[in-house]
């Protein structure tokens, strides 16, 4: 079976000289992310986030339910607590995102259109009266809406397990009166914006590329040797900024190329707008983009 599908002629309805209806934009986007968000957390497609985001817990489980108490808050100096946990949590959700988070952004975010071209159904939301970028953002929103939950709930998982060999007293000192609290809002906030960037990057990914196999390569290698590149060069990247969030800086290797870290108040702003670019030309892929199931 071939099929080629253009944008049909209803969704120029909207071209009117009074601009775009934004009420109806926002009720099309909210109904797109209502349908695709059943798919996203409840379908067969949401057992990689889930795997991917919770596949640490029992390791962390394990470690917390074996580790001695050799230290307690009271015995800390003013930076100790810091470094006793956000230090070895810091290397440790590095990995986690540069693995576990960014496979689950590949697999979600490029299932977006690839499952449905797979699956043949994607002309059916083609053949509406929907802006396709309307169709893009309301895609990308449910998908982030879904990893950000699972991902921010792991994330709170995995930093309660690593204060648990404290005790309970000596954590809730932790977080309460000294820096805890403001560390894990931290490690929630990287766990979510990493969602919106690779997210994005992975919808744009899957648009143009029927087999993810080579550009995630190409991506996963770039963002790993992220610490070696030249300055200029590491800020083309989704980790680069993320590290910059850490409530304590990631530790380099003796080969690591010294870079003068990025402030959040860029970080933050620099990742939304990277973001949105990426959508803008995700939306005109999506505009232009011809669906044959023929060679499927």
């Known amino acids: 079976m071939s099929a080629a599908v253009t944008e049909p002629p ?28 059943r798919r996203n957390l409840f379908s067969r497609r949401a057992f990689a986030l889930y795997f991917l985001a919770f596949s640490p817990l029992p390791f962390f489980m394990l470690w917390a339910i074996m580790a001695r108490r050799e230290i307690t808050y009271h ?57 396709r970028w309307v169709l893009v953002v309301g895609k990308y929103c449910s998908a982030l809406i879904a990893s950000c939950t699972v991902f921010a709930v792991a994330t709170a998982a995995l930093f309660f397990l690593t204060c648990i060999p404290w005790g309970f007293g000596e954590m809730n000192r932790y977080l309460f009166s000294g820096p805890g609290l403001g560390n894990l809002v931290a490690y929630l906030g990287i766990a979510v914006l990493g969602c919106v960037g690779y997210g994005a990057v992975f919808l744009l990914v899957g648009l143009f590329f029927r087999n993810a196999i080579a550009p ?81």
Not at 21 to 37: C, F, P, Y
Request: hydrophobic share 50%; proline share 7%.
């Open 216 to 296: 995630a390569a190409l991506i996963w290698g770039w963002e790993a040797i992220n610490f070696l590149l030249p300055p200029l060069l590491q800020k083309i990247s989704v980790i680069h900024y993320l590290k910059a969030l850490f409530p304590i800086p990631p530790s380099e290797t003796f080969v690591a190329v010294i870079t003068n870290p990025t402030s959040p108040w860029i970080s933050v702003p620099g990742l939304l707008i990277f973001t949105a670019l990426v959508l803008a030309f995700a939306g005109w892929r999506a505009r232009h983009m011809e669906i044959s199931y023929g060679g499927e």
């Open 10 to 37: 209803a969704s120029l309805a909207e071209d009117s000289p009074r601009g775009i209806d934004w009420s109806l934009v926002l009720r099309q986007i909210t109904g797109i992310m209502r349908l695709e968000l």
């Open 75 to 131: 015995e800390f100096d003013i930076e100790g607590p810091a470094q006793a946990v956000a230090g070895p949590f810091t290397f440790t959700f590095v990995l986690y995102v540069g693995s576990m988070l960014f496979l689950s952004a590949l697999i979600t975010f490029m299932s977006l259109y690839r499952t449905e071209i797979l699956e043949r159904s994607l002309h059916y939301y083609y053949l509406t009266p929907v802006r």
